[in-house]
């Protein structure tokens, strides 16, 4: 017997791990996370970095100035990134992510959001990101199979010093929020390089840190659900038909679970749908 080798009593069933894909999805279902290393290259992270500020200044000049952003405590958030630049939906679809994503949500979903956050020095934690909550807000219930996997990328590196995100391990198997002595004891800094993607359910507990550091720690959050969950935005309608046609992307962009007007605008599509067939 080796040194390292596992030793059980009264244990009739056990996992086996056939490839690197099975260890992560093995430490999701377990912990709630787990992190894809190597997903973006350095030339993509210089561009998402560029772009990323390009879109939030457009974003803050759409709503008239950044004092409007910090009255809806949204400061910092460039939203629906790929509307604005089709860069960030060659993000959205990296094959390593949709991978796992698939395997908890089968071959239909849906991107429920993207958004890029900014953690600026000094300011991560005080920011809406940096307070403890889920993916799906507001929802205290547990399931067998993860309704949303969330992938968020790490454009910069993430870590203690740079304010990258909190996670409290196994809690997206809790209903309630845990206990203040739970999360002091046992809240853990996710540690991840730049172009890593830190993969989670979307019902784990979370949080950006607080950014000591002396630069921006940046990272694009796409959340991916069942299309039973309504998107934030409504990517069909900001997109204006772009990608419709496209058998994949009219399902991931949400095009097919769109909610029909009338009976006669549903019936219509499910023929349409029938002759195409």
Known sequence: MTQNALRTFGVKESTHLAADLDKHLEEIKLVGYTILPNVLTSQELDEARVKMERIYQVQV???????????????????????????FLTLAIK??????????????YTLMLQNGIINVPELGDDQTAGYWHRD???????????LGIT??????????ESGGTLVLPASHKAEAFPSQQFVGEHERSITAPAGSVVVFDSMLYHRGGHNRSRNVRRGVNNIYT???IKQQISLP?????RYRED???????????ETDANVDEFR?????????V
């Open 61 to 87: 000049a759409e709503i008239g100035g950044r004092q409007h952003l910090e009255a809806i405590g949204d400061t910092y958030t460039a939203m629906c990134l790929l509307a604005y630049d089709e860069f």
């Open 247 to 257: 058998a994949f992307l009219s399902k991931f962009l949400g095009y097919e679970s």
């Open 95 to 108: 094959p390593p992510v949709l991978c796992v994503v698939e395997q908890f949500l089968g071959d239909y």
């Open 268 to 276: 219509q599509r499910r023929i349409r749908r029938k002759q195409e």
């Open 136 to 146: 799906l807000g507001y929802q205290h219930f547990t399931s067998s199979r993860p």
């Open 237 to 241: 309608s900001i997109l204006k038909g």
């Open 226 to 228: 069942l299309p039973l």
């Open 151 to 160: 992938a968020l990328y790490c454009i910069d590196d993430f870590n203690v």
